[in-house]
């Protein structure tokens, strides 16, 4: 019952937070108002401008954030125990988090839907504005080149999800050319979809596929390419033809797998089958580094992670059709996140303890908990993590009467097709940060999208293949990532900061505390791992660490300057298109 309790408790908190502070920070720190001129509606273009509404964006906006973070991380951070996870998820998402991917939304929407660097340098100065691109590039470089690998990883492990993840996309292409094009109601084609959908994930539990090695590429490397392709075609086509229903269907994957795990959650708890098997707090597990500060670092989507902003200014800007409807997609994904987050904690926590085989015995309770996570080199791999949630996941299912083999292919499915929705994304945002900076270099070539999103997708090939054919070339710059993106949200609740600080009052303090907050224990990791790397000579890591510290700590400079230079009444900056 202490499982079921503590998802009780962290649910209720959430709706209230939603309601009491989201709605304080949206209408009274924000003064949302319905009717302003947003970019959608603006810059409509049929392509990236679409005007849509809050149901069909929070679709999209929610999957693109989640990806496989709220996942990975918090199923590798309970080895310091479940308390401190659950905390910093719940308290992390709520005070961090949804400040973060509503203010990064909100003042995009208010800056023509431009992303955070280009209303870095407007808020802060020019200067700061290509170190942020820096920043922002190499994020999404890593991001792209990665999550090709990711999900080759995911079909290799649950080779049953590969025919539903690939066939949700006619799927989900129907599903746009009907609502789009033939003007048919989204919600009954929506729910035709998502039993589609379960369809195939049905058929792909008996025609389960794994690829092998083709001219001498491994498989990983061929899934690399294949899903590159994939990525380019995704995201230069308009958002309506592949990016909204896509998405659409998978926020109501989200809710059925949420539904089957509270569900079976509850269950579970009634029948006396689950129970919280993992420490409350473990100071120094085995091989571990300290939990301060790497706890904020290790669980990043679910408490506040530097991507969402990525997000926000991306592609979900140009999309919002009204500015209350803003916080239902911004403030309101990144407590469901942390409803997600909650939910992994659980399963691997608790679900786990259910049963878990280990060199063909089976094995229950504390043992089996402590046999998974018995060192942190131990349970830090992806597919150690993956499998700890879905196998505990399935364990809890399986109390709903649901196949323990449907129930491991609907949460595989479910982990792809996020990571796919994040790929695809994270391109096409690369491409609006490649668009922008070279265009204001000169390069107008790259405004093109083909151009843009070209140059996006073969930088990243590069990063991938540039150790061999695996495609795992990301993985010389993956320990620099977590940081990195943390890094970027403090970085970004700088920005939102100094924009408050123009509207007068104490208004900023909402922003402000996390920034300083986040500031501080993502440079104390940073320094921590600069210290690491030294130590192990990893001379391409400490270059690269220690130009991201310098530019960080300039634009850290750059931004508190600029905060005490604003005055009472001091007018907001004006658009450097706007002064020509």
Known sequence: ?????????????????????????????????????????????????????????????????????????????????????????????????AVHDFGALIISMRNKGKSISEFAGKYISKRTKYLFFAIVFLELWIVIAIFGLVIAIIFNMFPQSVFPVWMEIPIAMTLGYLVYKKGKSVGILSIIALILMYITIIIGVYMPFKLGSVAGIPATGVWTIILLIYAFIASVLPVTMLLQPRDYINSHELLVAIALLIFGIVASAFTGKLSIVAPTYQAHPPQAPPLWPFLFITIACGAISGFHSLVSSGTSSKQVADEPDALFVGFGSMLMEGVLATLVIIAVVAGIGMGYFHNGKLLTGHAAWLTHYSSWTAAKGLGSKLSAFINGSANMIESLGIPVSWAIAIMGVFVASFAGTTLDTATRIQRYVVSEIFSDMGLTVFKNRYVATLFAVLSAAFLAFATGASGKGALTLWPLFGAVNQTLAGLALIVITIYLR????????????????????????????????????????????????????????????????????????IDEEAKA
């Open 1 to 97: 019952m202490d499982a079921l309790l503590l998802m009780l408790v962290v649910f209720i908190g959430y709706i209230i937070a939603y309601n009491v502070y989201g709605k304080y920070v949206g209408y009274k720190i924000f003064e949302l108002a319905t009717g302003k001129p947003v970019p959608s509606k603006v810059y409509e273009d049929g392509i990236d401008f679409v005007p849509t509404k809050k149901e069909i964006i929070f679709g999209h906006h929610y999957t693109s954030i989640a990806g496989t973070g709220p996942i990975v991380g918090p199923a590798i951070a309970v080895i310091w125990g479940w308390l401190p996870a659950i905390l910093w998820v719940f308290f992390g998402s709520i005070l961090m988090g």
């Open 502 to 573: 123009y509207k007068g009052g104490l208004k900023w303090i909402v922003a402000g505390i996390p920034a300083v907050f986040m500031i501080a224990v993502t440079l104390w990791a940073s320094i921590l791992n600069e210290i690491n790397f030294i130590h192990k000579g990893n001379y391409l890591l400490i270059v690269v660490n220690t130009v991201i510290l310098i530019i960080v700590l300039t634009i850290i400079f750059e931004g508190v300057k600029t905060f005490f230079s604003i005055k009472e009444g001091t007018p907001e900056p």
